[in-house]
């Protein structure tokens, strides 16, 4: 590694961190915009605008249906979290890559 720069994996994990923020913000913005937006009283067109989990398994996935957006939030909030968590952390080792900590 040539002095003054970072390795590829530490700005693929910078990049990659603030990518899922910026999407994960997005997304929670709609999400807050579909709560704020819902009736307060029960009606059957309503009841069919929840979300879909998904988990990508292989060459299928799994989905879960019917998630509140109360708790998509949640999902969103804490993925917010994680990625901010390895921002911080892949920060620190560009910063070491750099040279500026002992």
Known sequence: MKPGTITEDTAFAILTAYREIKSATTLLADIE????????????????????????????STRIFDVRPELAKSVVLAHIA??????VEANERARIELGAVS
């Open 33 to 60: 915009q579909a709560i704020a937006d819902r009736p307060s009283s029960f009606d059957l067109e309503h009841r069919y605008k929840r979300y879909q989990l998904g988990v990508p398994s292989g060459e299928s």
């Open 82 to 87: 994680e990625q901010e968590r390895r921002l």
